[in-house]
């Protein structure tokens, strides 16, 4: 995320908040729930090149809002709950979901005791590739390439091109530029091959990320055996679904369900589509999602829920909790609803608008 675009995010929450227009709008647009998005939960890192720094809040952080949630007299609720309270209506009491993205180890490690201390159900959606070992995390694999070099080369749009990164700006601008030049291309296997040449190029070993950085099997069939936790599906490569052709987004979702049953027993009943936003994941993808048999299906559309969205529970928007902005009192304007109320246009539901 760009510092202009951090400023101006920034900027509106804090506007929200100091003139209490969060307090005033929030009738009107808090809906009848939420669902938060999580990825890692873990210490501050060391460095100032983190440009994944946006996935990731403390410890301590973590924590302060479970007990601000706690405090809030909201319900926390399990993904069941969610759909229940949803198909059948049952909007007495207002809601939230905590979700986590990806089957990081620290979610087992930081998050999990935070959420077991408070009893607070959880959601954790899993891409299979990672506890196998085979996955590609391409955005960290990036991050690492140029955090190791002063320079680097790769191809773009079929020429060899050359880039230095010996300074912080410099790596900052040259990840900003290479990521969304990534996420450009026209599909999954144009970016994954422009990604395993550079890791290849520049001894970063993808598998080995996957070992550092997700839990293995075993920890989330530990994870799985608590009532508190649902697991969830997250596709098996973690592509952007919208880049792939109808076949491949039918196997993504239907293997990872058959794998993460095969390997702890549960079939997962609800799914979260890989990178969420709009082109990674749209109408196509959401009737895909319901033929196959999913109870819901979330984005990373922001959004809280209304009462409308019982009719859209393949797109169900949610709420990040962005490491950039790890203050209570944005936690406080977003449950308002207000913030994603004016990024959506005052629209109550962007999926059927």
Same mark, same amino acid.
């Given at each position: 995320?760009?510092?202009?675009?951090?400023?101006?995010?920034?900027?509106?929450?804090?506007?929200?908040?100091?003139?209490?227009?969060?307090?005033?709008?929030?009738?009107?647009?808090?809906?009848?729930?939420?669902?938060?998005?999580?990825?890692?939960?873990?210490?501050?890192?060391?460095?100032?090149?983190?440009?994944?720094?946006?996935?990731?809040?403390?410890?301590?952080?973590?924590?302060?809002?479970?007990?601000?949630?706690?405090?809030?007299? =909201?319900?926390? &609720?399990?993904?069941?709950?969610?759909?229940?309270? $949803?198909?059948?209506?049952?909007?007495? %009491? !207002? /809601?939230? +979901?905590?979700?986590?993205?990806?089957?990081?180890?620290?979610?087992?490690?930081?998050?999990?005791?935070?959420?077991?201390?408070?009893?607070?159900?959880?959601?954790?959606?899993?891409?299979?590739?990672?506890?196998?070992?085979?996955?590609?995390?391409?955005?960290?694999? =990036?991050?690492? &390439?140029?955090?190791?070099?002063?320079?680097?080369? $790769?191809?773009?749009?079929?020429?060899? %091109? !050359? /880039?230095? +990164?010996?300074?912080?700006?410099?790596?900052?601008?040259?990840?900003?530029?290479?990521?969304?030049?990534?996420?450009?291309?026209?599909?999954?296997?144009?970016?994954?091959?422009?990604?395993?040449?550079?890791?290849?190029?520049?001894?970063?070993?993808?598998?080995?990320?996957?070992?550092?950085?997700?839990?293995?099997?075993?920890?989330?069939?530990?994870?799985?055996?608590?009532?508190?936790?649902?697991?969830?599906?997250?596709?098996?490569?973690?592509?952007?679904?919208?880049?792939?052709?109808?076949?491949?987004?039918?196997?993504?979702?239907?293997?990872?369900?058959?794998?993460?049953?095969?390997?702890?027993?549960?079939?997962?009943?609800?799914?979260?589509?890989?990178?969420?936003?709009?082109?990674?994941?749209?109408?196509?993808?959401?009737?895909?999602?319901?033929?196959?048999?999913?109870?819901?299906?979330?984005?990373?559309?922001?959004?809280?829920?209304?009462?409308?969205?019982?009719?859209?529970?393949?797109?169900?928007?949610?709420?990040?909790?962005?490491?950039?902005?790890?203050?209570?009192?944005?936690?406080?304007?977003?449950?308002?609803?207000?913030?994603?109320?004016?990024?959506?246009?005052?629209?109550?539901?962007?999926?059927?608008?």
């Amino acid at each position: 995320m760009s510092g202009l675009k951090k400023t101006i995010i920034r900027a509106g929450l804090e506007t929200l908040y100091f003139s209490g227009a969060h307090v005033a709008l929030r009738p009107f647009f808090q809906g009848v729930g939420a669902i938060l998005t999580l990825h890692h939960v873990r210490p501050t890192r060391p460095g100032s090149f983190q440009p994944n720094r946006l996935l990731e809040v403390s410890p301590g952080f973590f924590a302060a809002v479970v007990r601000r949630l706690k405090r809030s007299g =909201l319900d926390i &609720v399990s993904l069941d709950e969610m759909y229940r309270r $949803l198909v059948q209506r049952d909007f007495k %009491r !207002r /809601f939230v +979901c905590l979700t986590f993205d990806d089957g990081y180890r620290d979610n087992l490690q930081w998050a999990y005791p935070i959420l077991k201390k408070h009893e607070v159900p959880f959601a954790l959606y899993v891409p299979t590739s990672f506890p196998d070992r085979i996955g590609e995390i391409w955005w960290v694999a =990036l991050e690492r &390439v140029i955090a190791n070099n002063d320079r680097i080369g $790769l191809y773009v749009d079929g020429k060899e %091109r !050359r /880039f230095d +990164c010996a300074s912080l700006d410099e790596k900052r601008n040259i990840y900003e530029q290479l990521y969304w030049w990534l996420r450009s291309l026209e599909t999954e296997e144009e970016l994954r091959t422009v990604v395993r040449d550079l890791a290849a190029r520049y001894g970063v070993d993808m598998k080995a990320l996957c070992d550092e950085l997700c839990m293995s099997w075993e920890d989330i069939a530990e994870l799985s055996r608590d009532p508190l936790v649902t697991i969830g599906a997250h596709t098996v490569n973690h592509y952007m679904l919208k880049k792939t052709p109808d076949r491949v987004v039918r196997a993504e979702m239907e293997m990872s369900r058959a794998v993460i049953e095969s390997a702890i027993g549960i079939r997962p009943e609800h799914f979260s589509y890989p990178v969420g936003d709009p082109s990674s994941a749209g109408p196509r993808e959401f009737a895909i999602a319901a033929e196959v048999g999913f109870k819901t299906a979330v984005t990373t559309q922001p959004g809280v829920l209304f009462q409308e969205h019982r009719n859209h529970l393949m797109a169900l928007p949610r709420i990040s909790l962005n490491g950039e902005f790890q203050q209570l009192r944005y936690l406080r304007v977003l449950m308002s609803g207000t913030a994603t109320a004016m990024w959506n246009g005052f629209r109550r539901n962007p999926k059927a608008a």
